[in-house]
């Protein structure tokens, strides 16, 4: 959870399931990053608080994810964010935009 990256590609499958989501992306290239990555996330219940559904997803989105990756270097991690088509980012972990105040620390 450490380190983030960016991958774009085009959604296979999202499976809106307990406990965690899932999403397959099949990233293009001719390099070692090209495969499906597997994506983890949070669960539906957690998403669809934050504005997401069920269909939020579609197989042939084309997509840009953030994902911590996993360590040991296969295609696959914990899906952060998603930048969708028309540019709006979803958030899939807690987050606090840059221009918001510091959380306010208890005396």
């Known amino acids: ?5 960016e991958i774009t590609g085009t959604v296979e499958d999202f ?14 290239g001719s390099d070692e990053s090209a ?3 597997g994506l983890e996330g949070m ?9 997401w559904g069920k269909t939020t997803l579609k197989s042939g989105d ?6 911590h990756p996993l360590k ?7 899906m952060v ?3 969708m088509a028309d540019g709006t980012l979803l958030y899939n972990l807690p987050h ?3 221009s918001s105040p510091p959380p306010k620390t208890l005396p």
């Open 15 to 28: 499976q809106w399931t307990n406990p965690h989501t899932w999403t397959n992306v099949k990233v293009e």
């Open 43 to 51: 669960s539906p219940n957690y998403l669809g608080r934050n504005g």
């Open 96 to 98: 606090r935009d840059d």
């Open 1 to 5: 959870m450490e380190k983030t990256i």
């Open 72 to 78: 040991d270097g296969r295609r696959g991690g914990f």
């Open 81 to 83: 964010a998603v930048k």
């Open 62 to 67: 084309k997509l840009t994810f953030q994902v």
């Open 35 to 37: 495969g499906i990555y």
